[in-house]
């Protein structure tokens, strides 16, 4: 007897960098270029987290043995690794081409390498022991999950009683402004309905997310939406920290939630 189902789960599963130069080829993401790409995180303003004075306080707790889930090229690891508190971290990534350049994304900012294990793997389930994580990290990419809540719940797992799991780099949005996208995608629904002219769109009914670009996985959420999945996987949101975009001083665009396992 023959199997497709491992073939299919690969072809199924693709690659974020197949998807970007598929859906998005106007852009250069300079994924095989770490020096390139460290340069587009920080003008993205996602390294803003690691320097900003005030969102320093999420990393403090961080100590021990940890994940870095969908964690791209590796920036936040090689970060965390420069800690002397912190021991070992997983680095979890579901294209095996992007944790080929992790090495050279350490390198560049001074990390220990020694520290790291790179791991070809999505977002759930994580092969881990129940309690087995002191930490984990997470940036830019839980709105990327299919199950939000699933993915803290799983979360919620292997990282030990006390532990920390910072999440990083997310845009929530009001509950006004989700009912405004709602109604925008109320009325795409009605048009396809009554045109008879059936495109893909990215507006999806949905109390939970609303997808922004549906190639990427890109999802939308609300703060509420958030904080029950955090409470879902076992979570206590004890800080919330702000950063602005880079260039435009006191505009807010990034959340960090600092989460505590509870005991």
């Keep these: 007897m023959k199997s497709w189902i491992e073939e299919q789960h690969r072809r199924a599963l693709g690659g974020w960098i197949s998807a970007l130069e598929e859906h998005h080829p106007q852009e250069d ?26 969102a320093s306080v999420l990393f403090e707790e961080i100590a021990g043995s940890g994940f870095d889930l969908a964690c791209g090229i590796g920036w ?18 579901a294209d095996e081409g992007v944790l080929e350049i992790l090495p050279q994304v350490v390198e560049l900012m001074k990390g220990d390498a020694d520290k790291i294990d790179r ?12 309690g087995s994580y002191d930490f984990g990290v997470c940036s830019s990419a839980v709105h990327h999950s299919d199950d939000l809540e699933a993915l803290f719940v799983e979360c ?11 999440v990083l ?23 396809a309905l009554f045109s008879d002219r ?12 609303i997808y922004i670009d549906r190639n990427l996985g890109d999802r939308v959420y609300t703060e509420a939406f958030y904080r029950h999945c955090f409470a879902a996987g076992g979570f206590e949101c004890v800080r919330t ?23």
């Design 198 to 209: 059936f495109a893909k769109t990215d507006y999806v009914m949905s109390p939970e997310f």
């Design 156 to 166: 919620g797992r292997v990282i030990r009683k006390g532990g920390r799991f910072l």
């Design 119 to 130: 791991i070809n793997g999505v977002f759930y389930p994580i092969c881990a022991d129940d």
């Design 29 to 54: 993401f300079s994924w095989k270029d770490a020096e390139a790409h460290l340069k587009r995180v920080r003008e993205a303003s996602f390294l803003e987290v690691t320097e900003d004075a005030g």
């Design 76 to 93: 936040l690891s090689a970060f965390l690794s420069s800690k002397e508190k912190v021991a070992h971290i997983d680095s979890v990534e």
């Design 169 to 191: 780099n997310e845009r929530p949005i009001s509950k006004f402004q989700f009912l405004k996208s709602t109604v925008k995608g109320g009325a795409e629904v009605l048009r």
């Design 241 to 263: 920290v702000q950063t602005g975009t880079a260039g435009e001083p006191g505009v807010i665009d990034y959340t960090h939630f600092e989460l505590v396992k509870n005991g």
